[in-house]
Every structure is written in C-alpha cells, then in structure tokens.
C-alpha cells in the first residue's frame, strides 16, 4: 500500500486444500505432513508457476495462489488435480491426500505479500463445497473459460456460501479417474438413474469420522441409523433404508450420482468430530437434482452418555430439516404447471394456503383438498386436512353455517379414520377435530397418545396432543406437549397456534406471565390472529393491568368483530377453560 490508499487489482484465486485433513494427520501425523509438502512443493507449486501464476502463502493444509487469467488457473488446476490422481494411484484409499480446489475472478487487496477481500473469500468457500480430487468455479470464472477450455461443466445452481452475503451460482468441473477434463458420459445401464417416487425422498449418508478415533466410528453410524429411523416414521417421505445408503460409506461421492443410483431428491451428509471431550457434528441438506444446498447447521455436544447424545442430535438434525423439505416441496410445487399437478402437489398448495389462517385461505384449502381426493381417495392425510380446514372455519368464526362445516369436519375426521389410522400424522389432526367437534375426551387423548408414540419426532403429533388435553382439562401436561412440539420445529410456520394454545394453557394455570409471553410471541409472528389477543386480554385482566387488557380486547374486535362470548363457548373446545372466560368477562369482551 502506498500511504492511505490501498492497492487493488483484478485477480483469477486459486484456493486449494486437503479434504478430511484432520483424519488423515489422526491416522499419520509425520507421514501425512511429509506427503502434503510434498504435493505442494513437489507438484501443486511449480505447476502455479508454469501457468503464470504466482503463491501467496501455504495455508497448512493448502495453498492460495492467483493468476492474472482465469484460463491459466483452470488448466493448473486440472494439472494439479490429475498429478494427484496420479501420485494417489498405488495409496491406500484411506490415506490418500486429495486437493479439493475453488478458483474466482474478482477484486481482490493487496497487502505487501497476502492478498484479502471477498474475491478470496468467495474462493476458499468455493473450494469448501468441491468434492474431494474436483473443483469447484464461481459463476462469473465458468463465463471466462466458456470456450477456451475443453472441459464440461456441471452447473450446481445457486449456493448459499458461509459469511457471503449472496447466493451464488457455482460449477463443477468434471474431472475423470485419470485426472483430466472430460465431458459427461452416459451411465452405464446398470447406473441409470432411477425415477423420483411421487413423494419427498431423502437418502442419509454415512457420516464422516473426522476424529481419528475409531470409537467414533460407531458412535457416527449409529447416529446415522437414528436419523433414518426417525424420517422413516414419516409417512409423507420415501427414506432410502440403511443398507443400501451405507454402500457409500468411506467413499469420495457425488451427490448428483447418488440421487440418481439411489433415486432421491434429497441427500443428507454430514461429519463427526471429537475434541477436548466434545464431539462437533455438522450436517447438509442437498438437492441431489439441482446440487443446491437447502440447508446446514453445526451442532456441539459434551461427549457424555454417548446414546443420549445420538438421541438429541437426531432430533436436532431431523427437526430442522423436516419443516425445510416440506416448505422446499411446497416452493416446488408452487411452480409445476397446473396440468402437472398430482394429489400429493394439490396437498401441498393446500397446506401453504391453510398455513395463512385467513378465511380465504381456509377456503382455498379445502379446495385443494378435494381435488387432492379426486385423483387419490385413499389420501388419509389430505382427508384429514380437509376436515382440520373446516373445524378451523368453525372455531376461528369464519363459518357461514357452522353446522354444515362441523359435519364435513366429522365426515372427514371419519374418512381420514377408515383410509389410515396407523399414521402418525392423520391420527394427531383426526385426535384434535374430535376434541373440538365431538367432545369424547378419552377417546381423543388414546388417539393423540398413539400419534406420538407413532411418531415422537413429529411437530404436528406433539402440537395436537397438547390442544387435545388442554382441551381435556389437563393443562400441564398440554404444556409439555407444546414445548416438545416448539423444540422439535423451532420455525415452523404453525407456531402461532402453537404459542397461543400454550398461553390458554397458562392461563389456566394462573401462571398468567407465562401466557403473556407466549401470546405476544403469537401475536409477532401473526399480527393478524385474534386468538392471540383474546389470550392476551385474558391474561392481562387476571393480573389486573387493565388498560392492556382492554387494548388487547379491542384488538380481537378489530379483528373478530361479530365476537361474542358466549359464540366462543359454543364453537367448542373451551369447556375446560373457565379461568380464560372469566379473565374475556374482566376485559370487557361482549357476552
């Protein structure tokens, strides 16, 4: 830098490092030390050199290097990566020293000898989401070679890359086993890739053991295991079984070439390493069609009881990836033509309308529903939301005639009954719209029990077994299950129910702060949910803030304006509730 200004320039960056560099030094310290400088000095530096490029530094495990033409790097990196090839010919696979390489064109700083800036970042990321012996290009380094290079490139899509504000588009090299550039081939006919099934389909892959501790070898299966049996006892989703995930175990994959062998949508991969009595498990969510990421996360534990540990890391891992698969099917479905569209997608389209707790969207629910039906009657679950749909119009007020929607909820709580009722999921909504509309409380909580059992990782199963016995009467256990439903789906777009069922649950408690809490965590994620202000007047009035209780009422009237209470009683549901009632009569809500 001269002075104050600092000096910039536009730069090809070549960012290389080695994948599962922590296992390989677990395995070997010395010899892995010795065999990476010796790729790096021995082939991956004087090939920078003879491409015109120049190293900035080694990096421990690799180099970052730039170029002034983004030719000249894409062809050393294919060098690079085929001398590897090469040298890893006669080594063990397991300790096999791999590049993976991300390069970008952009702006870049330069400071005396290193060089900063997002062109670098986007870079290291870049080489972050190669596979290992591949390379990764960003968008704007894939249109400077178009052309010049005889090389295929596999468009990845849009990728969220850590601490990078954008998305970006990447791509794939294709590099054979030899090391060299090769245009895609077709499989041969025993690896064609398999056709989709009708519903969301997901295959878990073995975790990688990144600590060197073949203790932990299992520990990472085992998880593995936990993970499947848990997506399986979802009925909505086709999971592949174990056995044929963890043929690809210990083997460098693409996530493409798995969607297609196994026939999914939708991979998840991650990696378990342990350190200092903790063990870091970090996974991701690919779109094996598109190699999009949907999503990624870190979890840390302290490595205690190692069973409860797989225990509450699959539910961590299931519970953030299963509300992101319903809304990335969702979005999907949002964009097929209508001509297109199967039962499972009118499904879908009808749970984001119901999603919106709006008259019209209720309507539009039902709807779908019922086309949903038309090409498949035996769609327990799409019976079951067409009946939720119209207890909801019901107990919400948006009825025209209330007595016709308490039959058609009836009708299709039967229906969903007599198609399927060993689902986790039909039984939980069937539980709820009996409690509301039919009033046989032992009955309903039986029902509601069986849907947890059935499926204790299900948001939409723990969520109904607490409306089911706050509606009973047993408000501290309809706490527990509400808690358990927020743990398991922390985002999910339901909440608002959910926040404001447990706040008529505290209410009746008498732990009225409590239901203050938990009615204004409704009312922020939904400003347009009455319920959420009828718990608020009520919990207000109790505690005697008065002028709060009074806004919050004139609020559900705003909202509700035909509200009555005695129309709320007779909606149903609200038996048990007498402490919410009387704290409605204290705010000055119309009898």
């Known amino acids: 830098m001269t002075g104050n200004r600092v000096e910039r320039r536009l730069a090809a960056i070549l960012a290389a490092d080695v994948a599962g560099y922590s296992r390989l030094t677990g395995l070997d310290e010395e010899g892995t030390h010795l065999r990476l400088r010796e790729r790096l000095r021995g082939l991956a530096d004087p090939k920078i050199s003879e491409h015109r490029g120049k190293v900035v530094k080694h990096t421990g495990d690799g180099v970052l290097a730039e170029f002034c033409s983004v030719v000249d790097a894409v062809r050393c990196a294919i060098e690079v990566q085929r001398g590897m090839a090469e040298r890893n010919a006669t080594v063990p696979q ?43 290009i ?26 990078i504000a954008e998305p970006m588009r990447a791509w794939r090299l294709r590099i054979n086993a030899g090391g060299s550039a090769a245009a895609p081939t077709e499989p ?61 175990k210990g083997r460098a994959v693409d996530i493409k070439e798995v969607g297609r062998k196994l026939g999914v949508r939708y991979v998840l991969e991650g990696s378990v390493r342990k350190a200092a009595g903790k063990v870091r498990i970090t996974g991701q969510l690919i779109d094996a069609v598109t190699g999009a990421h949907i999503w990624a ?103 025209i005639d209330p007595q016709f929607d308490r039959k058609e909820a009836v009708r299709f709580l039967r229906l969903a009954l007599s198609i399927d009722d060993g689902d986790s999921e039909t039984l939980a909504w069937v539980s709820l719209i009996s409690a509301y509309m039919v009033g046989d409380s032992e009955s309903e909580v039986e029902m509601a029990d069986r849907a947890v059992a059935l499926n204790p990782n299900s ?108 129309a709320l009683i007779a909606r149903g549901g609200y038996l048990n509730a007498k402490l919410l009632i009387e704290g409605l009569r204290k705010a000055g809500l119309p009898e």
Request: glycine share 6%.
């Open 94 to 136: 397991v300790k096999r020293i791999e590049f993976r390489i991300g390069i970008h064109v952009g702006d870049i700083i330069v400071d005396e000898n290193d060089i900063f800036g997002d062109g670098v970042n986007i870079a290291a990321r870049l080489e972050g989401i190669a596979e290992p012996g591949g390379i990764c």
């Open 138 to 163: 960003s968008d704007d380094a894939q249109r400077q070679i178009r052309g010049k290079i005889d090389t295929a490139c596999e468009d990845m899509g849009s990728q969220n890359l850590k601490n």
């Open 188 to 248: 041969p006919e025993s690896t064609q890739a398999l056709a989709l099934p009708d519903k969301p389909s997901i295959a878990v892959l073995p975790f990688e053991n990144m600590s060197g501790d073949p203790e932990q070898e299992y520990f990472a299966d085992g998880m593995v295991e936990e993970i499947i049996t848990a997506l399986s006892r979802f009925k909505w989703l086709f999971v592949i079984a174990r056995n044929s995930s963890f043929t690809f």
């Open 297 to 399: 996360d870190r979890f840390e534990r302290d490595l205690t009881d190692v069973f409860a540990l797989q225990d509450e890391v699959t539910v961590a891992v299931v519970s953030a990836i299963q509300p992101k698969l319903l809304q990335t099917e969702i979005d999907l479905s949002a964009r097929r033509r209508p001509e297109n569209l199967t039962a499972y997608d009118f499904y879908l389209r009808a749970m984001q309308q119901y999603y919106l707790m709006t008259p019209e969207g209720l309507a539009e629910a039902i709807r779908l529903a019922h086309r949903a039906l038309e090409l498949d009657p035996r769609f327990g679950l799409v019976a079951a939301l067409a009946g939720h749909c119209h207890m909801r119009n019901v107990i919400w007020g948006h009825a």
């Open 459 to 566: 948001y939409r199963a723990w969520h109904c077994r607490g409306q089911v016995y706050r509606i009973a009467g047993l408000p501290e256990e309809a706490v527990r299950s509400f808690e358990r439903a927020i743990r398991l789906s922390p985002v999910d777009p339901r909440l608002p129910i959910t926040f404001v069922a447990m706040g008529m649950a505290f209410v009746e408690l008498r732990r009225f702060d409590e239901a203050i809490v938990a009615g204004n965590r409704s009312r922020r994620q939904n400003a347009s949910y009455s319920t959420a202000y009828r718990c608020l007047a009520s919990a207000f009035a109790h505690l005697g803030r008065d002028v709060e209780a009074r806004e919050a009422a004139a609020l559900v009237l705003q909202l509700d304006p035909a509200f009555t209470i005695s």
